[in-house]
Structure formats: structure tokens, C-alpha cells
């Protein structure tokens, strides 16, 4: 069943939900006993965070992280009141009351942090739910090991109920890096200060390392969005995006007619052009131009000239007269060309991809629970 978000027609991003709730089943499956949370920061890495959060949700998962806490808060509509949120980016100074509010768990990544929200429990007189993040080595955010060591001499928990202890790794998509257990190391000795704090280092790639890697909680993002760490099999994860794009115009030209942009692109024979209503706002990047192709059916349709910001150009004139119309659609990325496959192509990662996607693209969300069919209105 699908359903349509917003009424957006020349390009559409397809969510397979389905997809999504088997590669959380997958994934706790391969972690337990340790708990599976889903990574939901950049409204769910572009596919949009309500319905991934509901299905997610759905499927069972009762622990969410974002990046900022604007993001929780566009969740707190779906978030059921037993699911707790993680804000990974901190506290941000003024924020405090916000967060407090609306029970959401900012990681404390700084002695200030944690003093701001000491004091604002002790104001309210309440204790005050909070995540700690060391940095075991990564120099991005966390306690330094000596503040988390002195820190656990005092009395933390006397006003902040601290639920959860992370770091992360730098090199966990790698599993041939030594730094990752170096970090591992480093992290359990603080870890062992923290006696009965839930413990948690695994990201997407860490979750498909060695079990000692899975510690009581896993934080996946790109692994539920269908994109496999270097470890996984064949066939664990399925994809869970697909994007097509609408031919908007159709035309033949001559040999020595230039296409585009700079006319990078000069007919050396006659040719049938299709021009596609997709570009570069949409998350096509321009590098995509020089190896990239479209598919329609099993036929691949290679990039001509260069991407404009709303359309690109394809050469249509190996298929059979017909086949493809105006008001046809392409993909872009799909079983033909996976997200990996796009990444390559422009030297960039699966993740930059699906974060720059765009908003204009007409998000459609498949599943088929039976649930949902029966939602009746929202559902065609
Ligand atoms: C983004 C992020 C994750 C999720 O990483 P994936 O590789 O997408 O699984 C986990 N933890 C932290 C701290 C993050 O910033």
C-alpha cells in the first residue's frame, strides 16, 4: 500500500517500510541480547522520520536518537511516552527547560553540560534523565577520559539519572582497524567506573564486528536504511529506497547538436534525447554526469551534458521506438543502481546521498501490513 505524503509529481522517492521493519528484525536478531535503537537524526536520513519512527515503532524499537533537539521535537507526535529519545549533539546552553519538558535524554558531552543540567534538576527538584558520550578517541564529542574519571567519583546520580553511557567509533565501517578496540579498551575502563549504566559503542558497521562490540545497546542508522556494512551477507539487509524520476520532454537531435549546459555534450550521431525532471536540488549530484546512467526496465540510459538544477539529460536512443513516453518514469537509484553503487560514481558515501536528497521529491511509503491497509483515507 502506499501513501502520499505531499502531492509532488516529477520525481519519487519510494520508502519501503517493510524493508525497513525486516532490517530492524535482522538487526536485533544479530545483536541480542543487546538492544537494537535506531538512529533517526536528519529526519531518518532523508526518508522522512514520522513514518520511519511509526514503523519502526511498530516493529518493536523503543529507543531513538537524534542529532538536535528540534529533530525530537518533530518526533513528539509519534513517539509512544515508553520510547525515549537521545539527543546525541548535547545541550545546547538555553535549551535545558525545553528538553527537561518533554523528557527527552540530551548526551551530556562536557563538564558544562553536565553542570547545566545539574542545576536545572536541582531547580526543579527532580533528577533528570541524561546519556554521558565519551570520547574514546574519535575528537568529535564526549567527556575526556580523565572528566568521565573524575566524574564518576562524584555524585552524579544524585540529580541526573543517567541511563546510558556511548562513544563512537571513527573507524567501525573498517573491520580491519586496530583503533576500534583500542577504543573499546578505553571506553570499558570508563565503562567499569559506571557500574550498571548501559553501555554503547555500535553504530551500523560496530553491530556487524565481533559481538564484544554489541555491549548492551546498538545505535543503527544506515544499516535500517538498507545499506550494508562491509561485514554483513549477502541478502541480510534489503534495500529500502528507491527514486525515479519523470521524462518530461522527449526530442531527436542531429549530429553536432550540443546538449546542455556549456554544450559539454555534442551529438556525434543522431540521437534521442529524453530530458528527466530531476537535478541537482533534488540530489543528483553534478559529478553524477560523468559515468552516471538512469534505467528504465533492464535498459540502461547513460547521463548526457551537464545536470541542471531541476533536470538531466539521458540518451534514450538504444530503446524501441515507444517505450518510453513523456510522462514515463526512470530510476535512479533502485535494484538497477543501487545507493553504493551512486555513491562510487560521484566519490562520495551511501549516507551523503540519501542526507541530500531534497525535499521536492514525493515521498510514497509502502507496507503492507495488513494494519495499515485497513487505515482507511490516508492509504490508496
Ligand atoms: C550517526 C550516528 C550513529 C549512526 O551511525 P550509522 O553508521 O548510520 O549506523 C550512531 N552513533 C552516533 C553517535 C552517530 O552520530
Redesign the pocket.
Known amino acids: 500500500m502506499v501513501r502520499s505524503i505531499c502531492p509532488a509529481t516529477a520525481s519519487r522517492l519510494i520508502v519501503d517500510l517493510d524493508a525497513l521493519s525486516g532490517n530492524y528484525a535482522s538487526l536485533s536478531r544479530k545483536l541480542a541480547p543487546a538492544a537494537c535503537g535506531a538512529?533517526v537524526?536528519?529526519n531518518a536520513?532523508g526518508l522522512g522520520a514520522v513514518p520511519v519512527v511509526e514503523a519502526l515503532q511498530a516493529a518493536g524499537c523503543r529507543l531513538f536518537?537524534t542529532?538536535h533537539l528540534a529533530e525530537a521535537l518533530d518526533l513528539m507526535s509519534v513517539v509512544d511516552p515508553t520510547c525515549e529519545i537521545v539527543i546525541?549533539?548535547g545541550l545546547d546552553p538555553d535549551c535545558e527547560p525545553v528538553c527537561a519538558e518533554h523528557g527527552f535524554v540530551p548526551?551530556l558531552n562536557s563538564m558544562a553540560q553536565i553542570e547545566r543540567w545539574r542545576a536545572l534538576a536541582i531547580a526543579q527538584g527532580r533528577r533528570l534523565p541524561a546519556a554521558l558520550?565519551v570520547d574514546s578517541g574519535m575528537s568529535?564529542?564526549g567527556l575526556t577520559l580523565d572528566d568521565a574519571q573524575a566524574l564518576s567519583a562524584t555524585a552524579i546520580g544524585d540529580n541526573i539519572d543517567l541511563r546510558l553511557i556511548?562513544?563512537?567509533l571513527a573507524c567501525?565501517?573498517d573491520p580491519c582497524r586496530e583503533e576500534n578496540r583500542m577504543q573499546r579498551a578505553r571506553f570499558e575502563e570508563i565503562n567499569r567506573l559506571f557500574p550498571g549504566i548501559p553501555a554503547?559503542i555500535?553504530?551500523?558497521?560496530?553491530?556487524f564486528l565481533t559481538p564484544d562490540f554489541h555491549l548492551d545497546i546498538?545505535?543503527?542508522?544506515?544499516?535500517?536504511?538498507g545499506?550494508a556494512?562491509t561485514l554483513a551477507q549477502p541478502g541480510e539487509l534489503r534495500s529500502v529506497v528507491r527514486l525515479d524520476a519523470r521524462v518530461i520532454q522527449i526530442r531527436d537531435i542531429e549530429v553536432g547538436t550540443g546538449i546542455g549546459y556549456g554544450f559539454d555534450h555534442v551529438a556525434r550521431c543522431p540521437m534521442r534525447i529524453a530530458t528527466v525532471g530531476i537535478g541537482y536540488a533534488d540530489g543528483i549530484s553534478r559529478r553524477f554526469a560523468q559515468s552516471g546512467a538512469a534505467w528504465y526496465q533492464k535498459h540502461r540510459l547513460p547521463l548526457v551534458g551537464r545536470i541542471s538544477m531541476d533536470s538531466l539529460a539521458i540518451d534514450i536512443s538504444g530503446l524501441p521506438d515507444g517505450l518510453l513516453r513523456e510522462g514515463g518514469f526512470v530510476e535512479l537509484i533502485g535494484p538497477n543502481q543501487p545507493l553504493e553503487a551512486m555513491a562510487d560514481a560521484v566519490g562520495t558515501i551511501p549516507?551523503e546521498i540519501l542526507t541530500g536528497l531534497g525535499r521536492r521529491h514525493e515521498r510514497l511509503y509502502v507496507q503492507n501490513h495488513r494494519s495499515e491497509r485497513q487505515s482507511a483515507g490516508a492509504w490508496s
Request: proline share 3%.
Open positions: 538512529v537524526k536528519a536520513y536518537f542529532a546525541l549533539n548526551a558520550q568529535r564529542l556511548l562513544t563512537h567501525a565501517d554503547s555500535a553504530n551500523s558497521g560496530a553491530a546498538a545505535r543503527c542508522g544506515i544499516a535500517l536504511y545499506v556494512p549516507y
